[in-house]
């Protein structure tokens, strides 16, 4: 049940922003479903070729947003990682590095609160949190929505912070520009193998929390010759959101995907 | 769990088919899903009851064709079969791949009365 209006609405999705307690948009909730009602004759049984992509439907609206944000010269970076990993302490420390040369605009995504949403509205820039309820993964359709409710300026950078998990969002396509996957330290140093789908679709990806690497026994190489292993066309990064280390390097990637747009 | 909202996205897609082909009663429902395409069989059947409930598509027998992963090697260009992301040319033992097949999942047929 949403936590604010008290509307049965399930898991749908619910679009906030910091600040405005009381507006809150619900995400696709326009009863999808087909109500069988009606009696029928039971006659003969057809068979009907259908040959659809189960995700269709997502993919044809991530492309519409990858349009859109192609023709506004808009870089979009999705990132992806497991709970805990840094990637709002990333975006906080990346943002004041950026902000200065283009404008930007943050989706931030998470099943409940707006507890990141507040993080990155105190750095001054536009942010929308996507609250998915038991959903564990943005979708096309929500990042739709929310950048109708942003508008990113022309020329800018829109970072979507994706719902902490490295199963579920790999699959979903929301018409970024790029993928970032963060990993922390912290972490086994074979997540590459265990969660190959998303190491497989990334483009990028970020061994975050270097700093504690004389701390705990993870072995950096490794993980990276996993992640190669799992997709050889996948760049690396090694970086420390808290001290700043590698901060340089991430951002000239950052920029150098520009190039494309 | 995306399971639950592919299973939703699968019931959208074909109660939708089944209205425009006169909105009878969806007996059959034929998936073909690559070994890579990252659904768990189980858990999406089990939500299939779920997000059929009330739908034209409630009770349909699902009928799952498993389609095995293929790929080419991109330094000597041999076909293989591979179980996952993780795998190696069985003739030059190089690790970059491109995937052939096994990425697909979509919604073959379906069957109505």
Redesign the interface.
Known sequence: MCDKCGCSSGGGAVMRRPGNDTGHVHIGEDGSHAHHDRDHEHGQSRKIEVEQDVLLKNNLLAERNRGYFDAKHVLVLNFLSSPGSGKTTLLEKTIPLLKDERPVTVIEGDQQTTNDAERIDALGVPVIQINTGTGCHLDAEMVHRAVRELDPPEHSFLFIENVGNLVCPAMFDLGESARVVVISVTEGEDKPLKYPTMFRHADLCLLNKTDLLPYVDFDAERCRQYALQVNHRLQWLEISAKTGKGLDQWTAWVRSRLAGL | ??E???A????????????Q?G???V??IE?AIGS????QLESLRFCFSAASR???A?HAEIVIHERHAEAQC?DCSSRFAIG???ARCPVCAG???TVVSGE??????????
């Open positions: 769990m995306h639950m909202s592919i939703l996205s699968v019931i959208d897609a074909v109660t939708t088919r089944a209205l082909e909105g009878g009663r007996t059959e998936l890579l395409a990252g659904v009330g739908t034209l409630e991109v996952s992301y993780l690790y970059r791949f697909e999942f979509s919604i073959q047929s379906i069957t109505i009365e």
